[in-house]
């Protein structure tokens, strides 16, 4: 029997459902990047943004690691999905009630006011939900089938834009109110997954047998802190910003609003990753026995680089380009004048590309069960980010905290390609680093000569400058879609 996951076309396919979920969930989203500073004051916009950061990364460490290893098994050990399931639903049912510890812990030690503290109970309450569910995509992946996971991802959007942006839009919205809604969409999320789930596919029984979460805890834990680094690594600059640039939460506004329009732009490496990570699995794991298996390796690993060089680079000169145009044309001045947001969003923008490099580096390690690695590299990574926040926040305030992440995901990117280079596999065809890069200078052309053009032509002209230097170059070509298969 044919592997699915060794078919091309099934791996684009969900790739493209994931895609298409989150690219209409991003989308949406987009609508309450626009319309919150409008209706909020920087500085309560910025304070919802540091009470998000905080229970994301309490979510992050209750998370346990138990995503990766959860799916490498069922996608490995079909046959015993629902006693692994149950074990790893029971353990994340327990969990999910540490986030809500952490939140309380958290609210005294600063002793938030009963309005900040409300921001933290019903955002971490809605984390511990989201968390729950995002353990039962597993299933989903696993089984090749992730129209469920962007059905679900959909709804919780929907609710969270057309309610809580809609409340704002009707003259009775509040931030309170706001995160209120943000818990029930998590609680519409939750019972959505759990019913695809146990209608579709298995049974959920939690299993709470100490033997059994033991031995599975053994999987687990070197990715649980990893993966809780890496959360820390991502949104510890929204928390330090507050503290150590002298604008406070209104710093974190301008920062927030220029890290949810990068990250959005993301949605393309986290569903390609996302689809591929079953064969990288199986090729990591085949690759000793089999020299094809390592050619076919090298040849995913490469095309994966490929499309990232491709797309990411030319995504940060475009967004870098555009910035002020675009916080000028849908924020209010008066809140956002220029050197705040704009300046941010500028700045902020280089960290796409190396983003999308750290999506196959990071999902290659996962899938190897190279854990220790990942957990230095991250461990090493965050440290540095720290270091840098350190020197660059009080200075630059917004505009720092963006150079800081840059310069951190650089080197997580180099000294992450250096490792897998000598311990996992290698790009089989160095060349395409020529193609891809002639998209990029005349693409830097493009956007000087239309730099006084309006936003609505020059992000049209300078998408087709790309698209037609990438099919001249051979940038991208139709076999680097196959991803190795």
Not at 70 to 97: I, N
Not at 251 to 274: D, F, K, R
Not at 460 to 481: C, H, M, N, S, T
Request: glycine fraction near 8%.
């Amino acid at each position: 029997m044919n592997d699915p996951t060794t078919q091309p076309r099934s791996i684009m396919r969900n790739a493209a459902s994931l895609f298409g979920a989150h690219f209409i969930g991003k989308a949406l989203s987009f609508g309450l990047i626009v319309i919150l500073p409008w209706y909020v004051e920087s500085a309560t916009l910025g304070v919802y943004f540091v009470a998000a950061a905080t229970v994301g990364i309490f979510g992050a460490f209750a998370e346990f690691g138990i995503h990766d290893p959860l799916l490498r098994r069922l996608h490995l050990e079909p046959d015993r999905a629902r006693q692994t399931l149950g074990v790893a639903v029971g353990m994340r049912l327990l969990l999910s009630l540490s986030v809500m510890v952490a939140s309380a812990v958290y609210i005294w030690v600063n002793r938030y006011d009963p309005e900040r503290a409300e921001y933290v109970w019903w955002l971490g309450g809605s984390v511990a939900l989201n968390g729950f569910a995002s353990a039962l995509y597993t299933v989903f992946r696993a089984r090749e089938r992730m129209g469920y996971e962007s059905a679900v991802v959909l709804v919780e959007r929907l609710i969270v834009v057309l309610i809580g942006g809609g409340l704002f839009v009707f003259g009775i919205g509040t931030m309170r109110l706001f995160c209120i809604v943000i818990f029930i969409a998590s609680v519409a999320h939750v019972g959505l997954t759990v019913a695809f789930v146990a209608v579709k596919f298995t049974p959920i029984i939690p299993r709470f047998r100490w033997n059994e979460w033991r031995d599975f805890a053994r999987l687990t834990f070197p990715f649980w802190f990893a993966n809780g680094l890496i959360l820390l690594y991502y949104r510890i600059d929204t928390i330090l910003l507050e503290r150590w640039s002298d604008r406070g939460a209104e710093a974190v506004a301008w920062y927030g609003i220029a890290y949810s329009w990068v990250m959005a732009l993301t949605i393309l490496p986290g569903a390609i990753m996302s689809a591929a990570y079953p064969r990288i699995s199986r090729l990591v794991s085949g690759q000793t026995e089999s020299d094809e298996e390592a050619q076919s390796l090298s040849a995913l690993y490469t095309g994966l680089w490929r499309i990232m060089a491709a797309t990411g680079v030319p995504l940060a000169m475009i967004t870098a380009a555009i910035a002020p145009k675009l916080i000028a044309l849908l924020y209010p001045d008066a809140r956002y004048p220029t050197g705040t947001a704009d300046a941010a969003l500028a700045s902020l923008a280089w960290v796409l590309p190396w983003m999308f490099f750290t999506a196959i580096l990071v999902n290659t390690l996962r899938a190897a069960n190279h854990r220790r690695a990942l957990l230095a590299l991250i461990a090493l990574t965050t440290a540095i980010n720290i270091l840098l926040n350190a020197f660059l926040m009080p200075r630059y305030a917004h505009v720092g905290a963006a150079w800081a992440l840059v310069g951190s995901e650089a080197f997580l990117v180099v000294a992450g390609t250096v490792y897998i280079r000598l311990k996992l596999s290698r790009w089989s065809r160095p060349v395409f680093w020529l193609q891809v890069s002639v998209s990029w200078v005349g693409l830097g052309v493009a956007l000087w000569l239309t730099r006084a053009w309006s936003l609505f032509l020059q992000v049209p002209v300078a998408v087709a400058v790309v698209f037609a230097l990438l099919y001249a170059a051979r940038g991208l070509r139709k076999d680097d879609f196959r991803l190795g298969a």
